[in-house]
């Protein structure tokens, strides 16, 4: 993914510097109790150009202090990649890291409500990690004899539980060391604002500022191709924006493919229903983040084709024009690169 990425030091390729050197040159240490050592020597880094400090003054350092910051949240992504951890997650922020980390006090709430039984068991005594949405919607189905629809709406929207996946990845960003841990919502947006920043500080009159603004555009586009839920582009700067975007959607677009090509090979009667409809529901899923990715109001610079489009949404057949369902008043996405 990386390996056509421009490089500021073609001496030492990227993953190859010598420990000691610089800032970035650290010794990989070794951790014990189960945690995972430092990020491995084989990760890959981006490095951007650097100016001396008497070139340029103010503008100068602080476009430096914009680099190093974006290369230190750029090497944790990388490092979390050759982990194999999922690197970025745009949607959770550190109040979601502490509702699943933090115990409130059982005196804070009613016995009833919905806080109290994802914390604490029937008996009063604390759980080891609190039940994420679909265990309290499973809860509320077998004690309460709620629908499961119901079920699920209640702990989506009247409690702070969150959905399995997301709970795993904070408990387990929480447990990873530093250099590999991925960014959360604050850190994201913190890499975007340093490449942005890098860009606007970089106008592109020197070899250098052209080099790091060719980075900065491969970075964004990277960082598009890395998340499987649809983000809308966080930066500022529209060239980095429009990079981010298109690399995003063409990343969405190959996991619905991906998604069919496992959904027709997992046959029924090869692997059973339970993998045929695991594939179809996450080709489902990915069309909506296309949808998503797609919509005018997101990103008004992709236009939908007008002439009529026929998809299957949900299992019915739905006409749309310009992006419109015919026949109801609100938006609906054409997938036109579905069919």
Request: glycine share 8%; proline share 6%; with cysteine.
């Amino acid at each position: 993914m990386t390996g056509d990425l421009p490089n500021a030091h073609g001496a030492l390729p990227i993953g190859r510097r010598i420990a000691g050197q610089g800032c970035h040159g650290a010794m990989p240490q070794a951790t014990g109790g189960g945690v995972r050592a430092a990020a491995p020597a084989h990760a890959p880094r981006i490095r951007f150009v650097y100016f001396p400090s008497t070139d340029g003054g103010e503008r100068r350092m602080a476009c430096h202090q914009h680099l190093v910051r974006a290369e230190v949240l750029l090497a944790r992504v990388l490092a979390a990649c050759a982990a194999g951890l999922r690197p970025m997650a745009p949607a959770l922020d550190h109040a979601a890291e502490a509702r699943a980390m933090v115990q409130p006090p059982r005196e804070l709430f009613h016995a009833a409500t919905l806080e109290y039984r994802r914390w604490f068991d029937a008996d009063g005594s604390a759980r080891v990690q609190p039940l994420t949405q679909e265990a309290l919607a499973e809860q509320l189905t077998l004690v309460d004899g709620l629908s499961m629809e119901d079920a699920r709406h209640r702990a989506a929207h009247r409690s702070h539980a969150l959905p399995t996946a997301d709970q795993a990845w904070l408990i387990d960003r929480r447990n990873t060391p530093l250099p590999q841990r991925p960014l959360n919502q604050a850190e994201f947006h913190a890499l975007a604002g340093a490449i942005d920043g890098a860009w606007q500080t970089c106008p592109g009159s020197s070899h250098g500022e052209r080099a790091n603004r060719q980075i900065a555009l491969r970075v964004a586009a990277m960082l598009g191709g890395l998340l499987d839920e649809y983000t809308a582009a966080p930066f500022q700067v529209e060239a980095l924006a429009q990079a981010f975007a298109q690399r995003h959607l063409v990343h969405l677009r190959q996991i619905i493919e991906s998604s069919r090509q496992a959904e027709a090979s997992s046959g029924v009667l090869l692997t059973g229903p339970k993998a045929w409809f695991a594939a179809k529901a996450a080709r489902m899923h990915a069309e909506h983040q296309i949808g998503l990715c797609m919509s005018p109001s997101a990103f008004p610079t992709l236009r939908l084709t007008t002439r009529p489009v026929i998809a299957v949404v949900g299992g019915r057949l739905r006409t749309f024009v310009h992006g419109w369902h015919r026949g109801t008043p609100r938006a609906e996405v054409a997938f036109t690169a579905l069919g």
